[in-house]
């Protein structure tokens, strides 16, 4: 009785997400550290992306379209004839426990990234007493490195992370590449929580 009373609080609240995601919007979290040796942006700030061997498939050619807007939002420019920098990307998504998991339930869970071998693992969840599963819940990882051309010296790394509801990809992964790149080229040293508005 108890851990369906569990699971009952853990719909309720994934659907109140949800309806508030339709009216207002959904405030996506991030926890964000970045490294930077950068001190401002340079005269030339041009980049052309690059994929390692495993990093060569479709998937990298929407990877790119979902970071480029948070690039240029902060002043980067990509010029694959002359670039100045390289920029390297990575995503990642698993499947998790969620927080409104009743304990008498298992999951079993896998996961996809791009970047470093982009992998996707469907995911089942095992249905309770009244058949009923538990909210989707997901771990997202994405990460974006510059390197300098002339010297291949990383000038800038930045991770974010963020756990919650089940998203659109389309929408979560370009928000957390903004708040990855937030503050560049001068971010804030060590960890710090940046927060990225979806929707309207």
């Given amino acids: 009785m108890k851990h369906s009373k569990v699971r009952l609080l853990g719909w309720l609240a994934f659907a109140a997400l949800l309806l508030s995601g339709c009216a207002g919007g959904y405030l996506l979290d991030n926890n964000v550290q970045s490294?930077?040796?950068?001190?401002?942006?340079?005269?030339?700030?041009?980049y052309r992306f690059e994929r390692l061997p495993s990093q060569q498939s479709p998937a990298e050619d929407q990877l790119e379209a979902m970071a480029d807007p948070a690039l240029h939002g902060v002043g980067l420019r990509r010029d694959d004839?002359?670039?100045?920098?390289?920029?390297?990307?990575?995503?990642?998504?698993?499947?998790?426990?969620?927080?409104?998991?009743?304990?008498?339930?298992?999951?079993?869970?896998?996961?996809?990234?791009?970047?470093?071998?982009?992998?996707?693992?469907?995911?089942?969840?095992?249905?309770?007493?009244?058949?009923?599963?538990?909210?989707?819940w997901e771990h997202r990882e994405v990460s974006v490195i510059v390197r300098e051309l002339g010297s291949n010296r990383v000038v800038f790394e930045s991770h974010a992370i963020n756990e919650g509801p089940w998203l659109d990809n389309s929408s979560v992964f370009p928000a957390m590449f903004q708040a990855a790149l937030q503050g560049f080229p001068n971010p804030p040293a060590g960890p710090r929580r940046v927060n990225i508005q979806l929707g309207s």
């Fill in 81 to 136: 004839a002359k670039p100045r920098y390289t920029v390297q990307l990575s995503a990642r998504l698993q499947r998790i426990l969620s927080p409104w998991a009743s304990p008498w339930d298992s999951w079993g869970w896998g996961g996809w990234g791009w970047g470093g071998g982009f992998r996707h693992h469907h995911t089942f969840a095992r249905f309770g007493a009244f058949g009923s599963m538990e909210p989707p």
């Fill in 35 to 46: 490294f930077s040796s950068l001190t401002a942006l340079p005269a030339q700030p041009t």
